[in-house]
């Protein structure tokens, strides 16, 4: 089983819809994140948490909401989806403690069409 | 705001040539440094990273990197790339510190002729 799990994997909705993305992680890292990624752009940070009680806006989180409801779980909001959400989602997790690595692991992806 | 310039978006070699993809970063302070790779219809995973140390870093697959600090630049090398190379490249910096994000380059997206 994957360390990092996104659901839905693909979702196809209409402009107007809300849409949730969820993130689980069995890894026990304390920070997650939320990027998106488009062709010739890379990946882009939407928001970060660093903890339970700590959320951040990255580079793009204009039409995005995040809720970090345990250690293990972040998810991902579009409250009215729009077509440039459109994108390729990843989550991904990190450890801030001495003993861990300092890398993102990520999880598989959720790809989002809103038409 | 820290950012990543990664210059070549595709790049296509034989088997067997030299690979050395170009990265370089925006923020004048101490800064760990990260390569990721993603093959076709994968998630992002990491190749080798740069924290402190020497400055050459080997990771998996034959791959390494070289940080010059004067240059702003974090450039991946190959010395013979394989067909099981082809992915997508991405370079990614954070800022020496507990409460530091990770940004990512646009990427660069590596085709190699068998």
């Known amino acids: 089983d994957a360390d990092v799990t996104q659901t839905p994997r693909n979702r196809i909705t209409k402009t107007g819809k809300r849409i949730m993305l969820e993130c689980s992680q069995t890894k026990g890292h304390d920070r997650m994140y939320w990027y998106r990624q488009d062709p010739g752009l890379g990946l882009r940070l939407i928001y970060y948490?660093?903890?339970?009680?700590?959320?951040n806006k990255g580079e793009i989180s204009d039409g995005y909401s995040v809720s970090r409801q345990a250690q293990a779980k972040f998810s991902l909001s579009l409250e009215s989806a729009i077509p440039n959400q459109t994108a390729l989602y990843f989550c991904?997790?990190?450890?801030?403690?001495?003993?861990?690595?300092?890398?993102?692991?990520f999880g598989e992806g959720s790809r989002l069409t809103v038409l | 705001a820290q950012s990543v310039s990664q210059h070549n978006h595709h790049v296509i070699l034989s088997e067997a040539a030299s690979l050395e993809l170009g990265c370089n970063y925006s923020?004048?302070?101490?800064?760990?440094l990260f390569w990721y790779v993603q093959y076709p219809g994968q998630h992002l995973q990491l190749l080798l990273k740069?924290?402190?140390?020497?400055?050459l870093v080997k990771g998996i697959k034959g791959f390494e990197a070289e940080f010059i600090k004067s240059k702003f630049s974090f450039n991946l090398r190959k010395p013979s790339v394989q067909w099981s190379d082809t992915a997508e490249y991405f370079c990614?910096?954070?800022?020496?510190?507990?409460?530091?994000?990770?940004?990512f380059g646009s990427g660069t997206r590596l085709s190699i002729r068998p």
């Open positions: 923020y004048g302070g101490t800064v760990n």
């Open positions: 948490s660093f903890d339970v009680k700590d959320i």
């Open positions: 740069y924290f402190s140390g020497d400055p």
């Open positions: 990614a910096v954070s800022r020496y510190s507990s409460a530091s994000k990770i940004i």
């Open positions: 991904a997790t990190s450890d801030s403690r001495p003993s861990g690595t300092g890398e993102l692991f």
